[in-house]
């Protein structure tokens, strides 16, 4: 904050001066109004725009010239643009030649009559996003109660300076003697100075930056004419100002938040020495309707992380045998868990940083929490043991899972960091993250094994998965304030449905249904012919050209599941292995959901 008392001060006593003689302006306003007034009510109207207005308008007009408010303590956003002549390049946000603006100001009685200390941080920001060229600066200066402007002293938090003209050299100006006192103050300094004082154009002059606006109360402007083309600048306030005033009413100020108590501050940001001009345009924020937006959205995460967590017991339930739990893929399932992982940090930062909202925000991480680090990863571990077998070697297994928890880490910082790096690629980004069941879907069509995911599963997850990046692009008053897009939102949920319908398909139709059967390779058939012995027992004539038991040199017909005989003539009724033992077709495909192994003797089986 600027402490300087003397330039406080000067603002005083010049304010006070300015009041004055606003006093006789003032009085000369309220005349013209109460002239206007009574022409109206004459049914008499010289300016002819007017004369097509309603009196109702008319008086909201007149009245805004009299009407201030009496209090500029708040919050206010709005946006910035640069006004023709001003020069370029002194602030890094000026790049794009508009933007957004953020300012806080806390306003306290002063000794004078109708004027008041201000003291606030103002922020020039280039879009919404925070970024490395954000200038912030601190706000001092006065607000005049009986006229509604608020005049103060910017102090960037990092100095602002650029290169002295050569009209400055010439004439030895303030900012050439300030620099010079600055250069010779840097000689007994620790670190040397960086100027040349055989060069003069080698030296920089400081920026002193000054805020000027207008204050207004919104809800004398709730009958405008429509925005003009343009918003006003300097005395066009006093015209088309209320018309575009206006504007901000009947739009909201873009976010559709106003209310008619709110404030609304028109004016300029200005650099004289640095030749830097910008228009501020801005409304107060309303931050207990951003609260308690983000306490609903806070709850939805919650909600929708609760739900996550009921359907993953589901399905590791249903998985719970390693021969099930290896048909998972684990490319598929550790995506799903770095999402969470980042919804889990992103939550828990918000948190720290809008303080009053970290309960809110604590939450919903915290089941974010529980979701990826205890029950996805210990779902991921389950896979990985089933795929991987019992451990023989205790150093190569550690070796192993060490691995796997260096490319888990390793993918969610990789996120963190393309997030930060490239914002305005967000829709790429989550199309390329929201393909987690494509991972499955080949899992399964490459070795040919039935599909283990659950339906109810499939279709929760997708569902759960899909509503927040529907929030932020489909809902035009979420919490991040991110423009809907409606056209992302349809290809989102397009992508992800076709992929959840083809897992649904594998189940019912086989992992490999949509594969050409020309490009298919071999498999073995479980309900292959056999050639019968005509003997009583149900065994394979050995003298027939027919496969025999490996361990006997005998066919068995008897289930050594259920002790029942099968029905070896019927091969629908009954399934072989390639080591020529008999099952029922239950038997063996609940046998297998266990162990891919033979009942009989142990050997391998391939996959049905």
Request: proline letters at 7%; charged letters at 15%.
């Amino acid at each position: 904050m600027l402490r300087s008392p003397h330039r406080l001060g000067l603002a005083r006593l010049a304010f006070c001066c300015a009041l004055l003689a606003t006093r006789a302006t003032g009085a000369a306003r309220v005349n013209q109004a109460q002239r206007q007034l009574q022409t109206l009510g004459n049914g008499q109207s010289q300016d002819p725009e007017k004369a097509s207005l309603s009196p109702t308008t008319q008086l909201s007009l007149n009245s805004s010239y009299i009407t201030a408010p009496t209090n500029v303590s708040g919050t206010y956003k709005g946006s910035w643009s640069m006004q023709a002549g001003s020069a370029v390049g002194a602030l890094p946000v000026q790049r794009d030649g508009k933007g957004i603006v953020g300012f806080q100001l806390k306003a306290t009685a002063s000794v004078h009559h109708q004027v008041l200390d201000v003291q606030g941080n103002l922020v020039l920001r280039d879009s919404e996003y925070v970024s490395e060229h954000d200038a912030f600066m601190n706000i001092e200066g006065v607000y005049v109660v009986a006229t509604g402007h608020l005049q103060a002293v910017l102090t960037p938090v990092d100095k602002v300076q650029v290169s002295m003209e050569q009209q400055d050299l010439d004439l030895h100006s303030a900012d050439y003697r300030k620099a010079i006192r600055a250069a010779a103050r840097g000689i007994d300094s620790v670190q040397p100075s960086k100027h040349n004082f055989s060069d003069p154009s080698s030296l920089q002059k400081v920026c002193d930056f000054t805020l000027d606006l207008k204050a207004v109360v919104a809800a004398n402007f709730s009958d405008p004419l429509g925005p003009p083309s343009d918003p006003p600048q300097g005395s066009e306030l006093d015209s088309a100002g209320s018309r575009w005033l206006g504007s901000l009413w009947n739009q909201g100020s873009h976010d559709k938040l106003m209310q008619p108590q709110d404030l609304i501050l028109n004016g300029s940001l200005s650099s004289r020495n640095c030749g830097i001009q910008l228009q501020i345009n801005a409304t107060t924020s309303h931050n207990e309707v951003y609260e308690a937006k983000a306490v609903n959205y806070t709850f939805m995460v919650t909600a929708l992380a609760f739900v996550q967590v009921l359907l993953l017991l589901r399905q590791m339930e249903s998985t719970s045998t390693p021969a099930t739990a290896s048909k998972v893929s684990l490319l598929m399932l550790g995506q799903q868990a770095v999402i969470d992982a980042y919804l889990c940090l992103l939550h828990l930062t918000t948190g720290f940083v809008a303080e009053p909202l970290f309960n809110a925000f604590a939450t919903a991480s915290f089941f974010e929490f529980v979701n990826f680090a205890i029950f996805e990863m210990q779902y991921l571990l389950s896979i990985w043991r089933a795929r991987r077998g019992p451990a023989l070697d205790t150093w190569h297994t550690q070796r192993e899972l060490a691995i796997l928890y260096v490319r888990f880490y390793g993918a969610l910082l990789g996120g963190i960091f393309l997030t930060y790096q490239t914002p305005r690629l967000m829709p790429v980004v989550l199309m390329l993250v929201f393909s987690f069941w494509i991972p499955q879907i080949v899992h399964c069509a490459r070795t040919d094994a039935k599909q283990p995911l659950r339906p109810l599963y499939v279709i929760g997850m997708s569902v759960t998965r899909l509503l927040l990046p529907l929030y932020f692009y489909g809902c035009p008053n979420n919490v991040m304030r991110q423009p809907p897009n409606l056209v992302f939102c349809c290809v989102l949920v397009g992508w992800l449905s076709s992929q959840a319908v083809v897992l649904l398909l594998q189940t019912a139709w086989g992992p490999r249904w949509f594969v050409p059967k020309r490009f298919l390779p071999a498999k073995y058939d479980y309900h292959r012919p056999v050639v019968p012995r005509e003997v009583a027992e149900g065994v394979l004539d050995s003298s027939a050209s027919a496969p025999t038991d490996v361990e006997t040199g005998d066919g068995g017909c008897e289930c050594v599941i259920c002790m029942n005989p099968a029905e070896v003539g019927q091969p629908r009724a009954r399934m072989v292995t390639p080591c020529n033992h008999f099952f029922h077709n239950q038997c063996l495909q609940r046998w297998m959901d266990v162990k891919m192994e033979c009942p009989t003797c142990r050997r391998p089986l391939p996959p049905p």
